[in-house]
């Protein structure tokens, strides 16, 4: 069941009403009290003076009865006295003629009190004849002389408070209520004004609101409130609009940028950031967080843990050398920059080397071809022999026709990247079509190839190209990787813009790993021979590398833990 709210009105009336109903409770007792204690002493000192008289016309007396019975014809009618000597018998009363059956009254409270203060009154039932008595007795010499008036209606009524004093009372405290009502509600306009504003200000519909806030302390508070929401509100716009221009440049980084909070917490980062961690750290995932545990990242740690603001380091992994750099904010909060400083061969020494490369590649199958025709040509072969030197010869010219397609497909994607058509590529269906292109190779090899990504992934891009990508990866698995490989494809990452492929496979791998940041060079190979003797061109991971920076990725290259080589790179959405 929904509670009532009360309204702040409602709790404001009511804290005052309980204030004021405990004042005015208070007020009330405490003047009935102290009326009543005057009315009392005023009725003690009326006893005191019987009292009094009866000691004088005792000790004046010759008779003590005759004494007392004529002194009572003076006192009212009601009056009851009694005289008790020091050892608290009672040697004469009024009202019980046989003292016999009286007991000791040393433990009376107002002969108690006497015998102590000089005098003592007290209200009780009389224990001879069930009467109650408003007792006063005082002390003498030699004896008590004690007072009593019968604690009827008429001495009740005597000791009773005036009730004009509290109806007085009363009448004040409903105006004070009515006065406290009006206040109340005075504030609570003011109060509801303000949370009306502050619930349009959650629906956003603050500009289109008029406010009409009172013209008093808490309307101008109102005012100054509402000014300064609506310039909150503005510098809000302008700093989510630079934190969007900022976001959309740290995605377009070629650092690797990851933001934390003081409690190292993920706050941001970029795509390139984690494919940087997971080169350096030979572990596919997209966990930031791991540069905290993880031991190549010790000197980064202690910075961390010091008082330092600035902090810079290298950490050579894999071939690579990456460059990394923390800055701490004002708010504890830190950057963590990755950014891959291998020194790459600048572009005017890779224009220089081309031809020399090319007539290097090009030299072998054509002394091979002019060697075989030759030897046709000048030479009386039988046909079989013939026939074996022209299809060595045809097969030296598929190796040209080969370069010379991959060259040519380099020089399009650097020259004429506007004629590449662009699509969306299904990639399941893409690496379908690929197992079925290599099946006999693969089966030659005893080579699989696995992946397990969700049918409906599309990236945005050339079709041809793509699949040239990952042809040629698995072309590289099944030239140099060995028999008995397992081939797998999969996606560890994505953001906004794009998915992260992993490509590993479970070979041979690359010993020595100044190897790796030179593998997707020109006519790069780890030794010499090695492409020929396997059919290639030396282009295959060249055209990779040019075909993913064409469409806005990176890619790398690691040995696994477990042995091969994983390729990590990033295709649009």
């Known amino acids: 069941m929904k509670s009532i709210k009360t309204s702040y009105k409602q709790k404001l009336f009511f804290y005052f009403f309980i204030i004021f109903a405990l004042f005015t409770a208070g007020v009330i007792i405490f003047e009935q009290s102290r009326e009543r204690s005057y009315k009392t002493e005023a009725l003690e000192e009326k006893l005191d003076a019987y009292a009094n008289i009866a000691d004088v016309a005792i000790k004046n007396g010759n008779n003590q009865q005759q004494t007392i019975d004529s002194l009572l014809t003076l006192f009212p009618s009601n009056i009851r006295l009694s005289l008790i000597?020091?050892?608290?018998?009672?040697?004469?009363?009024?009202?019980?003629?046989?003292?016999?059956?009286?007991?000791?009254?040393?433990?009376?409270?107002?002969?108690?009190?006497?015998l102590k203060n000089g005098a003592g009154s007290n209200v009780r039932k009389s224990a001879s004849n069930e009467q109650e008595y408003l007792y006063y007795a005082k002390r003498f010499n030699s004896y008590f002389v004690r007072v009593a008036l019968p604690y009827d209606i008429s001495v009740q009524n005597f000791l009773k408070a005036d009730n004009f004093f509290l109806y007085f009372i009363i009448g004040l405290f409903i105006i004070c209520l009515l006065l406290i009502s009006y206040v109340a509600g005075r504030f609570s306009k003011s109060i509801e004004q303000l949370r009306d504003f502050t619930v349009s200000a959650e629906k956003g519909l603050v500009n289109s609101m008029i406010i009409g806030f009172p013209d008093d302390e808490l309307g101008e508070i109102g005012n100054k409130i509402a000014e300064s929401y609506k310039e909150l509100e503005q510098q809000k716009r302008k700093v989510t609009l630079e934190r969007e221009k900022l976001?959309?440049?740290?995605?377009?980084?070629?650092?690797?940028?990851?933001?934390?909070?003081?409690d190292r917490d993920v706050e941001f980062y970029n795509g390139l950031f984690i494919q940087y961690?997971?080169?350096?750290?030979?572990?596919?995932?997209?966990?930031?967080?791991?540069?905290?545990?993880?031991?190549?990242?010790?000197?980064?740690?202690?910075?961390?843990?010091?008082?330092?603001?600035?902090?810079?380091t290298q950490i050579n992994k894999q071939g690579k050398t990456f460059a990394i750099r923390a800055n701490i904010f004002e708010d504890s909060g830190f950057e963590v920059v990755i950014n891959d400083i291998t020194t790459q061969e600048k572009t005017r020494l890779l224009k220089q080397e081309m031809t020399g490369n090319i007539a290097h590649e090009l030299r072998t199958p054509v002394t091979s071809?002019?060697?075989?025709?030759?030897?046709?040509?000048?030479?009386?072969?039988?046909?079989?022999?013939?026939?074996?030197?022209?299809?060595?010869?045809?097969?030296?010219?598929v190796v040209l026709s080969d370069l010379i397609q991959d060259?040519?497909?380099?020089t399009k994607i650097e020259e004429l990247p506007?004629?590449?058509?662009?699509?969306?590529?299904?990639?399941?269906?893409?690496?379908?079509?690929l197992k079925a292109d290599l099946?006999?190779?693969?089966?030659?090899?005893?080579?699989?190839?696995?992946?397990?990504?969700?049918?409906?992934?599309t990236v945005n891009g050339n079709v041809n190209l793509i699949y040239s990508v990952f042809r040629n990866l698995t072309d590289n698995v099944i030239r140099y990787a060995g028999n008995n490989v397992k081939i797998t494809?999969?996606?560890?990452?994505?953001?906004?813009?794009?998915?992260?492929?992993?490509?590993?496979?479970?070979?041979?791998?690359?010993?020595?790993?100044s190897h790796l940041n030179r593998l997707f060079e020109r006519f790069y190979r780890i030794n010499e021979g090695r492409t020929r003797d396997s059919g290639g061109s030396g282009l295959g991971l060249s055209i990779v590398k040019n075909a993913v920076l064409f469409h806005r990725g990176t890619i790398t290259v690691k040995n696994r833990q477990d042995g091969g080589l994983e390729f990590l790179f990033k295709l649009p959405k």
């Not at 976001?247 to 003081?262: A, I, K, P, T």
């Not at 060259?407 to 380099?410: A, H, S």
């Not at 494809?489 to 790993?513: H, M, P, Q, R, T």
């Open 247 to 262: 976001l959309q440049h740290v995605h377009s980084s070629d650092e690797g940028l990851c933001f934390f909070s003081s």
């Open 439 to 457: 099946e006999i190779p693969l089966t030659d090899r005893v080579i699989s190839i696995e992946w397990n990504i969700v049918d409906s992934i």
């Open 369 to 397: 071809i002019r060697g075989y025709l030759e030897t046709v040509l000048e030479q009386k072969l039988d046909s079989d022999k013939e026939r074996e030197f022209l299809t060595k010869a045809y097969n030296q010219v």
């Open 418 to 433: 506007q004629s590449f058509k662009v699509e969306k590529i299904n990639i399941n269906n893409l690496l379908s079509n």
């Open 277 to 312: 961690l997971n080169t350096i750290i030979d572990n596919a995932h997209g966990n930031p967080e791991l540069i905290f545990s993880n031991p190549l990242f010790t000197e980064l740690n202690s910075f961390l843990s010091s008082s330092e603001k600035y902090f810079e």
């Open 489 to 513: 494809v999969a996606i560890y990452n994505e953001d906004k813009d794009f998915y992260y492929f992993s490509f590993a496979d479970n070979g041979i791998g690359i010993a020595d790993e």
């Open 85 to 114: 000597d020091r050892k608290g018998v009672v040697v004469f009363d009024n009202v019980v003629s046989n003292l016999s059956v009286l007991g000791n009254h040393s433990d009376r409270p107002e002969v108690s009190s006497a």
């Open 407 to 410: 060259i040519g497909l380099i």
